[in-house]
């Protein structure tokens, strides 16, 4: 029996990942794959949107691959592929452009996030029609699970709705995807504005905990981390929204629950204590994370054989859905 599909994808934005992409993101890919059969796409359409310097894209291209493996997609079973080297995505993209309302793309809060950093002139037509992209990535592989961060969620809606709309006009095509989401850590906050998300482009860097920098800058980075005054560890995300997210980081990479976390660490003048246990326990994850990343992109070949191996077994999906959507909307089938 064939197993559920599933797929998801990162966009090649930076030089390494941030433990919010790991947590948020990678750790349930690597479980899901298991029991899905899971399509990963490194996402460099979607990157192209903020305009890239093009050796940067490259690089960052192969760079997210190799992350992608490091942190335990194996590329055997699953397909680990490149957005770009399959074509059918931005085919599928425009028939959902001709279908999602100007007003519904208008809603979406990355794209009023992003727009809104940059200044109007400086948002391209593209950040705008990026989650009908991401709509066609997902629906051409009849996916029934989309792992992703809590910040996902709206662009998952939006997935739905096009699908059901496509379906309901058109016939049944398309399967109507779920997002997975996991509860702790769907939100890795930063380490200096913990009211706002661990992001790769985020403008204080600082804040950021990266997959590929040294444990030395980690360790920096967590014992500056931004907390409060009143030295008491406890669980309150509303009132100390910085020990919050340390614990959460804790709690996930040590696999500690949260309560037990908070009655260790009970008692004065605890916080140094605790960024310190953070900062190893980030570290056992992320050096031997580095070290594999290291390996990969030391045999570039073999990489883009990986790549190869998956854009082909992405084509296949994908080009069937296709020509099913080309039918079902009625572009005349190419004569032979
Ligand atoms: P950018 O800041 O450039 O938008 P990003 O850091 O948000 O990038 P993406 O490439 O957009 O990262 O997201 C990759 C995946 O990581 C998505 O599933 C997203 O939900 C998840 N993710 C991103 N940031 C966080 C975070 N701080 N906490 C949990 N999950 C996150
Ligand atoms: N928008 C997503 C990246 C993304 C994605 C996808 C995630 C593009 N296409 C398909 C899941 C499925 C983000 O993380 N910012």
Redesign the pocket.
Known sequence: MSRPRLL???????DS??????????VNWVRMQEDFEAYFCV?DQ??LT?GPDPADLRQRTRVTAAQYIAGGVDPQRSAVFVQSHVPEHSQLAWVLNCLAGFGEAARMT?FKD?SAKGGQDAATVGLFTYPMLMAADILLYNTEAV??????RQHLELTRDLAQRFNARYGDTFVVPRAH??AE??????LAEPTA??????ENQSG?LMMLDTTKANTKKVKSAVTDTDNDVRWDPEAKPGIANLLRIHSALSGESIEALVERFAGENKYGALKGEVAEQVAVVQAPFKERVDDLLADPAELDAHLARGAERAREVAGATLARVYDAVGFVPLGR
Request: charged share 15%; hydrophobic share 35%.
């Open positions: 998801s994808g990162m966009q090649p934005t930076h990942l941030h433990l919010g992409n790991y947590l948020g993101a990678q996402v979607h990157a903020v990355q992003k792992p992703v961060g809590e910040d996902q989401i996991p850590t769907a939100k890795v906050m930063s998300k661990m992001s790769k482009s985020a950021n």
